[in-house]
């Protein structure tokens, strides 16, 4: 109750009432100012933002539903979060209709067909607010490093003044307020803890309503590309520590499809002003993914197994020379897998059923995979 009481204060700051004392109230067709409104923000080449746009809000529906009730979506997206995301928006064009990428002006961003675009400065607090007016949220799938906070903070404080009323913050990620989380270089994956204390306190302020999604590592991506451990084209593997430790891993897909169904207007009251944590892929362990992959290949992979502490140790003395790149990994694989450190498993705050995910199995997620990628045998 407290949350859409929440909501309540920032549509009557933001929209009033429905007898229209804010253009917000008003359609395209009687409003000009929302014609030209259709826009979204891109940080910078690989960085990409996601935002929803109001379609005009009826009179005679609920002030929670004039926030909940998107209709139109603006979108950018040349990574591949922003890129899964996207996918999933535009399964459902009934729920959101209209997609407008804003970009930087030396942007290269060719947008799909039926995507309009608009260019806008993104140093600049003025054109900001011009671009996210109209809005009523904004998606922000900026990957990595790049959540810098005073790029964010600039973002954030745009919304506000252009009287967005949701903020999506870019996680996807782990439990971010761990202490594990916070040990990592914030060169590599960002200041998304500040971030979200930024946010938690304009929520307070009554200013804005904010939400996030974290599943983990992307199973996918982490298993063909990233640090999970196995090349799976050489039938190889490595097992750090015992292989044991239990984690929280979800593919892009499925985060993609947890996004699409926060914005809906059965959920949304539910996730605002906290995050939500979600685990795509259930009993994920090395072990478990090594069992999988050999009996989804039907191959017996060469396995070389590592002792967690000699990377935890490397990792440490990475950070002390200021070696990123190196403590990064380090500490990434640490964060993962090291039984004695790590804050993967964090299953106790997983909700699932309130986005509506199911977990997978793990052979299930790998041969799904494989699938894909054509490697079964």
């Not at 004039?66 to 009934?94: F, H, K």
């Not at 938690?200 to 590309?225: R, S, Y």
């Not at 605002?272 to 892929?281: E, F």
């Amino acid at each position: 109750m407290k949350r859409v009481s929440a909501i309540h204060q920032i549509l009557e700051r933001h929209i009033c009432r429905w007898y229209g004392r804010t253009r917000y109230l008003k359609g395209p067709e009687e409003n000009p100012n929302l014609r030209d409104s259709n826009t979204s923000l891109e940080i910078n080449g690989p960085s990409q933002l996601v935002e929803l746009a109001a379609a005009g809000c009826s009179k005679d529906i609920e002030p929670v539903q004039r926030l909940i009730g998107l209709r139109d979506i603006n979108r950018i997206a040349s990574g591949r979060v922003g890129t899964a995301i996207i996918q999933q928006l535009l399964l459902t064009e009934d729920q959101f209709k209209r997609l407008t990428a804003v970009t930087r002006r030396s942007s290269t961003f060719h947008p799909p067909p039926g995507i309009a675009t608009v260019q806008a400065d993104f140093s600049s607090h003025d054109s900001l607010v011009t671009a996210l007016r109209g809005h009523d949220a904004l998606l922000s799938c900026v990957p990595g490093g790049a959540t810098g906070f005073e790029a964010q903070q600039l973002l954030i404080d745009a919304a506000i003044a252009a009287g967005v009323k949701l903020f999506f913050a870019s996680e996807y990620s782990a439990n971010v307020m761990s202490p594990q989380y916070a040990r990592l270089p914030t060169q590599f994956v960002g200041e998304k803890p500040r971030i979200r204390r930024y946010l938690e306190d304009k929520a307070k302020e009554g200013c804005i309503a904010w939400t996030a999604l974290n599943g983990g590592p992307f199973f996918d991506l982490w298993l063909t590309g990233g640090p999970a451990g196995f090349d799976i084209a050489s039938r190889k593997g490595t097992i750090y520590g015992s292989g044991n430790n239990l984690a929280c891993w979800t593919p892009l897909p499925m985060i993609a499809k947890a996004v699409h169904n926060m914005l809906l207007p059965s959920t949304l009251p539910q996730i605002l002003n906290r995050a939500i944590y979600i685990c795509g892929v259930e009993d994920v362990t090395q072990n478990n993914i090594l069992a999988a992959l050999e009996a989804e290949t039907g191959s017996k992979f060469e396995v070389t197994h590592v002792d967690i502490r000699k990377i935890r140790q490397d990792a440490t003395q990475a950070l002390e020379k200021a070696d990123w790149k190196a403590a990064t990994r380090g500490m990434t694989i640490v964060h993962q897998f090291d039984e004695e450190d790590s804050a993967a498993n964090f299953w106790d705050l997983v909700e699932n059923d309130t986005v509506g995910v199911s977990p997978i199995s793990v052979r299930g997620a790998v041969g799904e995979i494989l699938e894909r990628l054509g490697n079964q045998g």
